[in-house]
């Protein structure tokens, strides 16, 4: 606040511009910070998610509605396709 260049400024607004300045730190930092937990929390969220299972995986025995359960399970089926 004593520097020569400053000099040409009188001390209020000297002051106004550091308070000023400070606030505008302050905000970004919070902005930043705000930002990054709200990315960690979406990725926590994604985390969480269960997996989507693929086609090509095998099915449960009680899965009855995917596709290949027939041909995985066909003892639980009649010689016409049906469930016994």
Sequence with gaps: MQAPQLSLLLLPIRCWIVMIAKATLFVLLIAVTFFIS???????????????????????????????????????????????
Excluded at 38 to 49: A, D, S, V
Excluded at 66 to 78: I, K, N, R, S, V
């Design 38 to 84: 709200i990315l960690y929390l979406g990725l926590l969220t994604f985390g969480r998610m269960p997996l989507a299972p693929t086609p090509d995986s095998q099915p449960g025995i009680n899965e009855l509605n995917h596709p290949m359960h027939q041909y995985y399970y066909p003892e639980l089926y009649d010689e016409f396709g049906d469930l016994r």
